[in-house]
C-alpha cells in the first residue's frame, strides 16, 4: 500500500472513532459545568490527573513499549504482551503498597480506593489499546475509543444527575467506563490467548525496559508541564480557581483531539517509512500540512472562543474563555512536539523525549512560581505558552540530528506570534473591535498557511494516484 493512502487510511478509521467518542466527551461539559460546583470539579480534575500521571510510572512506561514493540512485524507478540501485563501486575502490587502514604496527600486522602483503582483500570485500558495499535487492529482500537465514551457518557449521566454522587459520581463512572473497555478489548482482541506466561523472557522484558524506563521520568515531567500549573493554582488561589482553569482546557482539546487521531496514525506509518529507507522528504511534506491545519484551526478557535465557550459551558466556568486563548497557542505548540517526538521513539531514542521534557518542566514550574503570584490563572496560562514554545525549539534542534528534513523555523514562529497577538487581543480589547481585530488575523493566518496545505495535499493526492 502506498504510504500516503496508508497514512489517510489510518487516519481516516482512527479518526471516525475518535470524533465520535469527542464529541460524546464535550456532551459532559454542560453537565459537568451544571451540576458540579467549581471547587468540586477543581478536585475531582486533581485526583483524575494524578491518576494520569501514576499510571506510567507504576507501570513503568511499559505500556508505550509493547505499541512499539508490537510494530515490528517479527517479533513474538505473544511474549510482548505478557511481559507488559506482568510489569504492569507487578507495579500495581508495589503501588498498593505505597497508597496510605496518599493519605498525607490534600484533596487525594479522601479517595484513597477510588484513586487506586482509576490508576489500575487506566493502566490495563493504555496497555490493552496500545497492543491492539500495535498489531494492526486499528478498526478495533478505533471502536473502543467510541464505546469508553459512550459508557463514559452513561455512568456521567447515572453517577452526577440521576445519583448526585459528586466527585465520586465522577471518578467510579470513569472507573466503570475503562472496566468495560476492557472487557470489549479482551474479546475482540483475543488477549486471553495474548497472554502466555510460557513465552515470557527476561531477555525481552530488559530490552522493552531499556526503552520504557526512560519515558518514566519524562512522562513526570510532561506531567508537570501540562498539569502543575493547576495544582499551583490549588494552592496558591483556591479550589474554585483551580476548577475554572481546569475547565478551560476543554475547548484546547479540540486541536488535542485532532492531532491525537493523526499522530496515532503517523507514527505507526513513520515506523514503516523507516524500516524502508528515507524518510525525510516523506517527513517534511506531511509536517508542514500538519502545521498549517493547527495554526488555521487555532486561529478559529482564538476568534470563536467567547460563543464556544457559550455554548459548551454554564454558569461560573464561563470566565474559562480568558484562559483558553493562550491555552490555544500552547496546545498548539505542544502538538508539534508531540509530532516531532514519534521521530525519538521510532529511532528508540526515548532519551530525547526525556531532555525536552525536563527542559518543559523546569520552565514551567519557574513561570508559574513567578506569575500566578501575581497574574493568578493567567500566569498560568502565560508560563504554559513559553515553556512549549521553548521545547519546540529544543525538539527541533535535536530532531535533525536523526533524520534531515526541512523546518521553516521562521515561518513556523511568525504563525505563533500571531496567534499570541489574536490571544491578548480577545483579552483585552473590549467590545465588537476585538472580533474585527481578531478576525483580520485570522485572515492572515489562513492566507499564510492555507496554500501550504492544499499544494502538499495535491502533491499526495497526485502521488495517490
Not at 479522601?110 to 482509576?118: A, D
Not at 526525556?354 to 508560563?383: F, P, Q
Not at 534542534?397 to 490571544?423: A, H, P
Request: aromatic share 14%.
Amino acid at each position: 500500500m502506498n504510504k500516503y493512502t496508508k497514512l489517510l487510511k489510518n487516519t481516516s478509521m482512527m479518526g471516525v472513532g475518535a470524533f465520535l467518542s469527542k464529541v460524546l466527551v464535550f456532551l459532559l461539559l454542560p453537565i459537568y459545568s451544571s451540576v458540579m460546583s467549581t471547587a468540586d470539579y477543581g478536585v475531582a480534575d486533581i485526583v483524575a490527573q494524578s491518576s494520569n500521571l501514576l499510571m506510567p510510572i507504576v507501570a513503568l512506561g511499559i505500556c508505550t513499549a509493547v505499541f512499539r514493540f508490537s510494530c515490528d512485524k517479527k517479533t513474538d507478540h505473544k511474549a510482548i504482551f505478557t511481559v507488559g501485563f506482568i510489569i504492569l501486575l507487578f507495579g500495581m502490587v508495589l503501588f498498593a503498597a505505597f497508597i496510605p502514604l496518599f493519605k498525607k496527600v490534600y484533596v487525594l486522602d479522601e479517595y484513597l480506593l477510588l484513586f487506586g483503582l482509576y490508576v489500575f483500570m487506566y493502566g490495563l485500558h493504555t496497555l490493552c489499546g496500545q497492543y491492539l495499535r500495535g498489531v494492526d487492529k486499528v478498526k478495533e482500537f478505533a471502536v473502543k475509543g467510541v464505546l469508553c465514551t459512550v459508557f463514559t457518557l452513561v455512568f456521567n449521566i447515572l453517577l452526577l444527575v440521576v445519583f448526585p454522587l459528586g466527585v465520586t459520581g465522577y471518578l467510579v463512572a470513569n472507573i466503570l467506563a475503562d472496566f468495560f473497555t476492557v472487557v470489549y478489548m479482551f474479546r475482540v482482541g483475543n488477549l486471553v490467548d495474548a497472554f502466555d506466561i510460557k513465552k515470557f523472557s527476561f531477555g525481552l522484558l530488559f530490552e522493552m525496559l531499556k526503552y520504557s524506563l526512560p519515558l518514566v521520568p519524562t512522562t513526570i515531567c510532561w506531567w508537570i508541564t501540562n498539569i502543575s500549573d493547576r495544582y499551583i493554582v490549588l494552592y496558591m488561589v483556591d479550589e474554585s480557581a483551580s476548577g475554572i482553569y481546569a475547565m478551560s482546557y476543554k475547548i484546547p482539546n479540540i486541536i488535542t483531539m485532532i492531532t491525537g487521531i493523526f499522530s496515532d496514525a503517523w507514527q505507526m506509518s513513520l515506523i514503516d517509512e523507516s524500516n524502508q529507507g528515507s524518510v525525510s522528504k516523506f517527513l517534511t511534506k506531511i509536517f508542514e500540512s500538519y502545521k498549517a491545519v493547527l495554526f488555521i484551526v487555532g486561529s478559529g478557535l482564538i476568534l470563536f472562543v467567547k460563543v464556544i465557550t457559550g455554548i459548551l459551558i454554564k454558569n461560573d466556568f464561563y470566565i474559562a474563555w480568558k484562559y483558553t486563548t493562550l491555552l490555544v497557542v500552547a496546545t498548539i505548540c505542544m502538538s508539534m512536539v508531540n509530532f516531532i517526538s514519534v521521530i525519538f521513539h521510532v529511532k528508540k531514542k526515548s532519551v530525547n523525549s526525556l531532555i525536552c521534557a525536563t527542559c518543559g518542566a523546569g520552565i514551567n514550574i519557574l513561570g508559574n512560581i513567578l506569575l500566578i503570584k501575581s497574574y493568578g490563572a493567567v500566569g498560568a496560562a502565560i508560563a504554559t505558552v513559553i515553556s512549549y514554545v521553548i521545547v519546540y525549539v529544543v525538539a527541533t534542534s535535536r530532531s535533525l540530528e536523526y533524520v534531515k528534513y526541512k523546518v521553516f523555523f521562521t515561518k513556523t514562529m511568525v504563525n505563533i506570534g500571531l496567534l499570541t497577538v489574536q490571544s491578548i487581543i480577545m483579552m483585552l480589547v473590549p467590545g465588537v473591535a476585538c472580533y474585527i481585530i481578531s478576525a483580520i488575523i485570522f485572515i492572515a493566518v489562513l492566507a499564510l498557511n492555507l496554500p501550504v496545505f492544499l499544494y502538499s495535499a495535491k502533491s499526495i493526492l497526485k502521488t495517490k494516484k
